[in-house]
């Protein structure tokens, strides 16, 4: 566990609000303690070196650490090997696995002996595309262990998706299986890694796991994960890494289509990430935690792999859908395994919502005793059913605002400390400065009052670069406003200091000379007793220059003869006229990526007219989704 890891644990409110003045007066000698919290080989020289005209930023510069001992081989050392460290779910109800500290230990081990015996060293980059399995977390661990850096890739992405990824960080390695198990679906992931690697000259090996039973045969140079293990011991001792080595590369959207491999630190990620997950969530030492995400977001990195293992907790995975074999299974999970903390989506929640309460009322929840969204803020109506349904009016909920730029939760509230209050991802972690900008690029102190965000000092675990890209990293984030950090959201501070993210800044839309963000109206929409969602885009006008367009879908399509008079009247109430949208599409779904996030891009195209040209939708969570929106326009 922490070294005095009872003073981890913020307790009150006052004891937040004394952490936070003093990790913003003085960050370097307030990170300089939490970092303490972890086994360093070699103390640093310096703790911070910062040069935000240039995006320089270092953390605990000299120091020696290794991310795979720091969360398995310590908790050992400190008597806690027989502790549960993760628990899997599989697809199938009837399907799991516990596993130790010690052995995890095994595994880590032997598979980085694996890595070693197919000639990955230190700095080479290995590319994972893999299920929900434990092998997944092994490998991500593995990797660190040998000190190579692993680029996770979701295991939903298209042919091109993957090999543009594998390109961009040249990976040496692939790891993968001949399938995966999705619901009542089985997905051929085999022959999309085959596809993908007719473009990738990079790739030296590949190495399958036996996940379906497929009875495929191999291609040359490539193996069987198992057969593989056979021919290892399980003794590997780790790699002793620089704090500023890089971790792993993970890539994100960006605006112009490519994506973008966000590189994060080994030193500075660990130390904010484990402290971030002590706090936001309660974490206790017996308790069970659960993040539904995918360890192929960012999500899944830092919130069930580095957070949880890094203090010593029981980290869940899960295989399947939320829906399979029925829209009970996330409850049915929590109940069989005693979940104290759950972590998921606001979209999950608004999914599961529309079915009737039986599938929650038949599970015992009781163990619960936090809950958490991420990914996209959550709607008031999402709040209140996952707090009064799911929480039973006795858990906090913790609405976290962060990305994969950022590496760790940024503005939250921390459960049972800070005060929650829906829709609002409320107040900043500790060493998070937060402010907020005007039109014109001036920073205000009023609240009551929307804005641009901007952060005003670097953290440990921000992304110290784009792979291959430091220019365009810099002008991306650093650019719009010199000596912040720019995340491209806007945010509503109230007379509290609470901070609620109301949408991407570049969501907003000229009409009349107006600047219009499409968040509050969209906000405005939703509040009609049969809308469960909606996203505005702008597109040509003749008159207006930019004219507003919203698809929005509906809990009930009976009910539809009057929704675009209600919904104009709702706007013009209680925004103005001048929001009222010019079209109103009614939509069965909207595109959105795996994190939750609307394409609207592809909605954008869609209201100019386009009926094709949309790039590469595979990566969406619904493709299918794009065509039906198009027959409907």
């Known amino acids: 566990m922490y070294k005095d890891k009872n003073k981890a644990h ?16 003085n960050h370097d000698l307030f990170w300089s303690e939490k970092a303490n919290r972890l086994n360093w080989y070699k103390e640093w020289d310096r703790i911070s070196d910062i040069d935000f005209e240039k995006a320089h930023i270092k953390w605990f510069e000299g120091a020696k650490l290794n991310a795979s001992y720091n969360c398995i081989d310590r908790h050992i050392e400190n008597g806690d090997g027989d502790k549960c460290a993760i628990i899997w779910e599989g697809n199938n109800p009837n399907e799991d696995k516990h596993y130790t500290y010690n052995q995890l230990l095994e595994e880590v081990s032997a598979f980085a002996n694996v890595l070693k015996s197919n000639n990955i060293k230190k700095g080479d ?35 091109s998706a993957l090999s543009a990824r594998i390109n961009d960080a040249s990976c040496k390695m692939i790891l993968t299986s001949d399938g995966s198990f999705r619901g009542n679906k089985i997905i051929d992931l085999k022959s999309i890694v085959d596809e993908a690697l007719k473009d990738c000259d990079c790739v030296d090996s590949v190495i399958v796991l036996n996940r379906i039973n497929s009875g495929i045969t191999l291609n040359k140079n490539e193996k069987w994960w198992n057969d593989e293990l056979d021919k290892v011991d399980d003794y590997f001792p780790a790699e002793i890494m620089d704090s ?13 289509g490519k994506p973008k491999g966000m590189v994060h630190s080994s030193g500075g990620y660990m130390v904010y990430t484990a402290y971030s997950f002590k706090n936001v969530f309660d974490y ?58 759950f972590y998921t989506a606001p979209t999950a929640i608004r999914a599961l919502a529309k079915h009737p309460l039986d599938f929650v009322n038949k599970y015992d929840l009781s163990s619960l005793k936090v809950l958490g969204t991420v990914g996209e803020p959550i709607n008031e109506e999402a709040w209140n059913w996952y707090n009064e349904n799911i929480g039973k009016n006795k858990c906090p909920i913790v609405d976290t605002w ?36 005007d039109e014109n690029g001036n920073e205000f102190d009023e609240n009551n009052k929307n804005g641009i965000l901007g952060i005003k000092y670097p953290w440990p675990s921000i992304a110290r ?92 399509d009976s009910k539809k003869d009057d929704i675009n008079s209600e919904i104009n009247q709702l706007i013009s109430k209680s925004i103005g006229p001048i929001a009222k949208p010019e079209k109103i599409q009614l939509v069965p779904g909207l595109p959105k990526t795996r994190s939750g996030k609307i394409m609207r891009r592809i909605l954008r195209k869609i209201a100019c007219g386009e009926k094709d040209n949309f790039g590469d939708i595979s990566t969406l969570l619904n493709p299918e ?6 027959k409907g326009s």
């Open 284 to 341: 206790d030492d017996d308790d069970i935690y659960w993040c539904t995400a995918d360890i192929g977001w960012i999500t899944g990195h830092s919130y069930i792999v580095y957070g949880p293992l890094l203090n010593g907790a029981t980290t869940m995975m899960f295989e399947g859908v939320p829906s399979y074999p029925d829209f009970g299974r996330f409850w049915e999970i929590c109940e069989k395994h005693k979940v104290n903390q």
């Open 465 to 556: 670069t784009i792979y291959g890209d430091h220019e365009r990293y810099k002008n991306v984030y650093f650019s719009a406003y010199p000596g912040y950090y720019f995340p491209g959201d806007g945010a509503f501070r109230d007379e509290e200091g609470n901070y609620r993210i109301t949408g991407r800044v570049d969501d907003v839309v000229i009409v009349s000379g107006h600047n219009l963000g499409t968040a509050p109206i969209e906000d405005v929409i939703n509040m009609h007793d049969n809308v469960v969602e909606s996203a505005l885009v702008g597109y040509p006008h003749d008159i207006k220059g930019n004219a507003l367009y919203a698809f929005v879908i509906l809990k009930d």
């Open 10 to 25: 913020i307790r009150t409110e006052n004891q937040y609000k004394e952490e936070y003045k003093k990790s913003v007066e």
């Open 402 to 437: 962060w990305q994969t730029e950022t590496g760790g939760i940024m503005i939250t509230s921390l459960a049972n400390v800070t005060k929650g209050k829906p829709t609002f991802a409320t107040k900043p972690m500790m060493g998070i400065q937060p402010v907020l900008f």
């Open 244 to 256: 500023e080595d890089p971790l792993f590369i993970l890539y994100t959207s960006g605006s112009t």
């Open 625 to 630: 989704i794009v065509e039906q929106i198009v």
């Open 125 to 159: 980059r290995v590319c994972i595309y893999l299920p929900m399995v434990p092998e997944l977390a092994v490998a991500v661990l593995a990797c660190a262990r040998v000190g190579a850096i692993h680029s996770v890739v979701f295991a939903g992405f298209s042919s």
